[in-house]
């Protein structure tokens, strides 16, 4: 069965560390770049980084660059989410995303396979 | 920063044609995708590369693009295609996602 399954969320007082993990199955995670999306409670989506196929490009969202990192073990069928210095505005749904395979290694910048997402809440 | 904007709202009876617009600058220039969202569950994808329909979607959802703004239709709407809508696309650096406000489909 082809899924994304996110786990690690939770509830964490401003300024702490956490790490959000995404597992893949039923598909070949070496060929997809990889994001996190994330949505507030009642709120909209938020796109916050993006790893490509192998590791070595990332993007992130002016929001969370130098307090998040993404990273990906591709032997382990993983996808994390660092997330240092956790502020209230944290607090959201995170949802791994897939992107289609790309032979030629650019990413396509949109999402064909979610997760069901993990639920961070920082909170004092 | 760049931004897509969409109405919060958009209201139509069974069996008619609900349409849902999205408007940026980069539109012009760069594809545009679609997410439908329903209660409790994760984004699902209904357009891809600005007017085309993944396998699975009904051919009731259709999607054009013209200049700026992006255009979600539902033709025929059934009460299962109330939820949340989605657009998204790149900003002009192809590097950074953005994604509309949402619009809130309700099947009157």
């Known amino acids: 069965q082809v899924q994304l399954v996110e786990s690690g969320g939770g509830v964490v007082q401003p300024g702490r560390s956490l790490r959000l993990s995404c597992a893949a199955s039923?598909?070949?995670?070496?060929?997809?770049?990889m994001h996190w999306v994330r949505q507030a409670p009642g709120k909209g989506l938020e796109w916050v980084a993006s790893?490509?196929?192998?590791?070595?490009?990332?993007y992130y969202a002016d929001s969370v660059k130098g307090r998040f990192t993404i990273s990906r073990d591709n032997s382990k069928h993983a996808l994390y989410l660092q997330m240092n210095s956790l502020r209230r505005e944290d607090t959201a749904v995170y949802y791994c995303?897939?992107?289609?395979?790309?032979?030629?290694?650019?990413?396509?910048?949109?999402?064909?396979?979610w997760g069901r997402g993990t639920l961070l809440t920082v909170s004092p | 920063s760049y931004e897509l904007t969409q109405p919060p709202s958009v209201s139509v009876s069974p069996g008619q044609t609900a349409r849902i617009t999205c408007s940026g600058d980069a539109l012009s220039k760069q594809y545009t995708y679609w997410y439908q969202q329903k209660p409790g569950q994760a984004p699902l994808l209904v357009i891809f590369?600005?007017?085309q329909r993944p396998s699975g979607v009904p051919e009731r959802l259709s999607a054009s693009s013209s200049g700026t703004t992006a255009t979600l239709t539902i033709r025929g709407v059934q009460a299962e295609d109330e939820a949340d809508y989605f657009c998204q696309s790149a900003d002009s650096s192809g590097n950074h996602v953005v994604f509309g406000g949402g619009t809130k489909l309700t099947v009157l």
């Open positions: 790893i490509s196929y192998d590791g070595s490009r990332k």
């Open positions: 590369k600005t007017s």
């Open positions: 995303a897939r992107e289609p395979p790309n032979r030629f290694g650019e990413l396509f910048w949109y999402f064909d396979l």
């Open positions: 039923g598909f070949t995670l070496s060929r997809n770049a």
